[in-house]
């Protein structure tokens, strides 16, 4: 994609591997499906990144904003399926 993801200055470099490799989930489960076990442990390592679901709702926006895809529908859609699952938005 040709957009810049929404970071934050004050993780270090393998929070933000991280946080990248979650928008890319992200956009595969809109893009071609992914298994929901995997979008939810890379969500789970998010959230521990991004506790605050404030500072989730602002990062989730500006993803939005740049490529489109919802990370809350994504993981709503993923919570609400089944272990072994695949999330096809």
Known sequence: MEY??????DWNTEEII???KFFEMVEKAYEKGIERDVLMLSYRRFKEIVP???EEKKIGHEFEE???YSIYRAIKN?????AGAIIKM
């Open 52 to 54: 605050s679901k404030s």
């Open 78 to 82: 993923a919570k609400d399926s089944s």
């Open 18 to 20: 991280d946080v990248i």
């Open 4 to 9: 810049q993801y929404p970071i934050s200055l």
């Open 66 to 68: 740049i490529s489109g």
